[in-house]
Nanobody, 115 residues
Framework: QVQLVESGGGLVQAGGSLRLSCAAS????????MDWYRQTPGKQREWVAT???????AYADSSKGRFTISRDNAKSTVYLQMNSLKPEDTGVYYC?????????WGQGTRVTVSS
């Protein structure tokens, strides 16, 4: 089992920045990639970014150039640095761990971007 706890959400003005954190605990050796997803009002949960154990990253078009995913293996923590935030980035951001056979979700952290 893997437990994920997100933090770092909050209220920010458009153009501002936030850094989200996702701390993993439990059977973290089973994880081979970590993702961030978000659920914005009126839309389905969508993928934001991924980082693999080797450090390879990938981004959705909506986050490319503005968001940066990184990890601190010593702390079993993944980060999402979000810059140039827009009101349409408002939503609940979820951390997801890709395990050998199953995926794990955190409880989410809310991000609100005011115009």
């Amino acid at each position: 089992q893997v437990q994920l706890v997100e933090s770092g959400g909050g209220l920010v003005q458009a153009g501002g920045s936030l850094r989200l954190s996702c701390a993993a605990s439990g059977s973290t050796s089973d994880i081979y990639a970590m993702d961030w997803y978000r659920q914005t009002p009126g839309k389905q949960r969508e993928w934001v970014a991924t980082i693999t154990n080797s450090g390879t990253t990938a981004y959705a078009d909506s986050s490319k150039g503005r968001f940066t995913i990184s990890r601190d293996n010593a702390k079993s923590t993944v980060y999402l640095q979000m810059n140039s935030l827009k009101p349409e980035d408002t939503g609940v951001y979820y951390c997801h761990a890709v395990g050998k056979t199953v995926g794990y979700w955190g409880q989410g952290t809310r991000v609100t971007v005011s115009s």
